[in-house]
């Protein structure tokens, strides 16, 4: 059994090699921010994807849309947003230090409330689907959402928005966004491991192992979806705010909304983690972003053939995922008890 | 966007060469979409790599063009080539999740859609083709309307090989077992009908569509290795629309959804075109699970 001291003690030990982390590596600082985000979706994901059973495939959505929504108001606080996406590159306007953590802390708090409202309402259409028309369903919307603002001219269309840029070293700008992707990364991993404790996480595994009883029971299905949906869609709307200003230019196909890398990343990490287990997405996340990043530039191109038949072995052939995997093979370490007798009868019935 | 509607109602023969151009195009959607509509109806795997089989085709038979092979020649070569390549993807990958939950299928195949386009684009880079078949243009209406020949050849195939497939399921030995399966697998089992080979038969079939679709939409329009999502997407709608075994619906979905995008490429500009068919995609579900909430059901 692992006791509350050891438990604390694990977590003091993690947030220390986190903190040091890019003052030991820092040339490495971006990519270990980069993975603090990647934990971020494969979390986020994982609350619907694992523990409630609906698979989306679209949730990069509230990534694209709480990168957008962050630069409009960045920018849109001090100048016109039309006028100066339409003179993007031209002139280049200075925002002061003030001004720019003014705008970067509205635009943080907006990107995560309008991802909130997006999916408020977005949760009373959606959630009539069930399955793989989810699935397709929400991949369907996260196209459309890329290409309607692609074609949007008043925030930059296919050409992007610049966000503003840092008044101060680069140095310190790296450090700013490390602990700030690091600080939402934690955050949202403690949220959703105290929501898994209470009542609500209880009720959305109910509604994954069985809707019809769920509601049957009396629970409020669609209220816990919905409720469920925008607590991720908060988080990732934060991180979209936070990979905006890291990359400091925002573009609606490659870098808002990637569907087929990003969107399709936190998929597979949660997958590969173990899907519907607390640190399954915290572990697959870490050990897809490190082999991606070791083995990414080596490859010539072969590296998303590789991803895509990653995929297809993950999920064909490894389903369970690494925690899943682990939970079989040493069930007492997880405070499972495999009960004999009723795995006799099991055996019985499925003769 | 208004302008563009006041110059179709000025000149209402430009409705002829957006309706003709929708219909052509709209009867190799229905093809593709009726390939899915097979395997998602007997085998319950919701394809996402259908449009990377259908680009797959396209590169097959403009690959053999423009080895100096015409592509009207490469078509059953395609549909040869492919038909091998569903089997293998059935025997090595499909066969695997086929008992599985359907998320399984959907996201396998989704990894399946990325290996093809990013191996097509390694193999044929990202350039935008179009196989050459040397037919005559056609002006109508004093040079307003242009219609190609080979577009006129290419709807009269499309419907050839759609009733030779529709044809083969009423009239074989396989399509008979295979609409048995369909029905009740277990049963069909019972009765001693391999249901494994059935199954590999089928997807390989549908692989065959596929790749007959693509090498007509090489020749009448073009490929790129990335445009596979989009006609998964298209043969998605289509299905969702019609509803399974609704043979008819398909056909009149396909060509619907070819002339709507066309619509939308006009009226809204180029850059909607992709928009017009995701924005279609969620229309449809959302009215289906609209339809079925009055029931107090939903879409699954």
Same mark, same amino acid.
């Given at each position: +059994? ?5 438990? &604390? ?53 509230f ?8 630069a ?24 002061s230090?003030?001004q ?8 943080? !708090?907006?990107a ?18 069930r ?35 840092y ?27 105290w929501l ?13 192992? =069985?809707?019809?009883? $769920? ?12 409720? $469920? ?14 990979f ?30 173990? @899907? ?5 997405? !915290?572990?697959?996340?870490?050990v ?25 072995? =993950?999920?064909?052939f ?10 079989d ?14 795995s ?6 499925? @003769? | ?13 430009? =409705? ?32 996402? $790599?259908?449009?990377?089989? !259908? ?57 399946i ?7 097509l ?10 196989? @050459? ?12 309307? &242009? ?40 049963? $069909? ?88 068919? &995701? ?12 339809? +079925? ?7 699954q």
């Amino acid at each position: +059994m692992i006791t509350k001291t050891r438990t &604390t003690l694990f977590y003091v030990a993690l947030l220390v090699i986190s903190v040091a982390a890019p003052f030991v590596f820092p040339a490495y600082t971006f990519q270990i921010a980069l993975l603090w985000i990647m934990i971020l979706f494969a979390v986020t994901w994982d609350v619907m994807g694992g523990q409630m059973g609906y698979n989306s495939l679209g949730n990069i959505l509230f990534f694209g849309m709480g990168m957008y929504i962050s630069a409009i108001v960045q920018v849109g606080l001090f100048y016109d947003v039309g006028t100066y996406t339409a003179h993007s590159g031209a002139i280049v306007p200075v925002f002061s230090h003030d001004q720019y953590f003014t705008g970067l802390v509205a635009g943080i !708090v907006a990107a995560g409330l309008g991802s909130v409202i997006i999916a408020a309402l977005l949760s009373q259409v959606v959630f009539g689907l069930r399955g793989p028309y989810f699935a397709i369903g929400t991949l369907g919307i996260a196209l459309s959402a890329g290409e309607l603002i692609g074609a949007w001219e008043w925030v930059g269309g296919g050409g992007g928005i610049a966000l503003p840029k840092y008044p101060g070293e680069p140095d310190g700008r790296s450090l700013l966004y490390y602990f700030l992707c690091f600080a939402s990364a934690a955050a949202s991993f403690m949220f959703f491991r105290w929501l898994y404790t209470t009542r609500f996480g209880l009720a959305i595994n109910a509604i994954r192992d =069985n809707e019809e009883k $769920a509601e049957a029971m009396g629970l409020h299905t669609l209220q816990h979806k919905a409720v $469920a949906w925008s607590l991720s869609a908060f988080f990732l709307g934060i991180s979209g705010a936070l990979f905006g200003n890291m990359t400091g230019f925002v573009e609606p196909l490659e870098v808002a909304f990637p569907t087929v890398t990003f969107g399709i990343f936190m998929v597979a990490m949660a997958l590969l983690g173990g @899907k519907g287990t607390l640190w399954g997405p !915290v572990i697959g996340a870490v050990v897809f972003h490190v082999i991606k990043e070791v083995t990414w530039t080596h490859m010539l191109g072969w590296q998303w053939v590789a991803l895509g038949g990653l995929i297809v072995i =993950n999920v064909v052939f490894f389903q369970q995922g690494l925690m899943g995997w682990a939970q079989d093979k040493w069930p007492e370490r997880f405070g499972l008890v495999v009960d004999e007798s009723m795995s006799a009868e099991t055996k019985e019935a499925a @003769k | 966007m208004m302008a563009n509607i006041d110059l179709l109602a000025m000149a209402p023969v430009l =409705n002829v060469q957006l309706l003709l151009d929708g219909l052509f195009i709209g009867a190799i959607f229905a093809l593709a979409a009726y390939g899915l509509a097979l395997v998602w109806g007997v085998m319950n795997i919701k394809n996402l $790599a259908q449009g990377d089989f !259908v680009i797959m085709g396209g590169y097959i038979a403009w690959f053999l063009g423009t080895q100096g092979i015409h592509p009207l020649v490469g078509l059953p070569v395609a549909i040869v080539l492919m038909f091998g390549f569903g089997w293998l993807v059935y025997r090595y990958i499909i066969s695997y999740v086929i008992h599985r939950d359907m998320f399984t299928s959907l996201l396998a195949t989704f990894g399946i859609a990325l290996v093809l386009q990013q191996l097509l684009n390694l193999i044929f880079g990202p350039d935008v083709q179009v196989a @050459k078949s040397g037919f005559e243009i056609n002006s109508l209406f004093g040079g307003l309307v &242009t219609v190609a020949n080979i577009k006129f050849l290419s709807f009269i195939l499309a419907g050839i090989l759609a009733a030779m497939v529709i044809l083969f399921m009423k009239k074989s030995r396989m399509g008979q077992a295979i609409r048995a399966t369909a029905q009740d697998p277990r049963a $069909a089992k019972v009765m001693g009908i391999d249901t494994d080979r059935v199954y590999a038969f089928t997807f390989s079939l549908n692989s065959a569509i596929c790749g007959a679709a693509g090498a007509l939409i090489s020749m009448i329009w073009v490929i790129q290795p990335f445009y596979g999502i989009t006609h998964s997407i298209r043969a998605f709608v289509i299905v969702t629309a019609a509803g399974l075994g609704n043979l008819p619906g398909v056909i009149m979905a396909g060509l619907g959804l070819g002339v709507a995008e066309q619509y939308g490429g006009f009226v809204l500009g180029a850059e909607f075109q992709q928009v017009t068919v &995701t924005g279609l995609l969620v229309a449809v579900l959302l009215y289906r699970s609209y339809q +079925m909430n009055k029931v107090r059901q939903v879409v699954q």
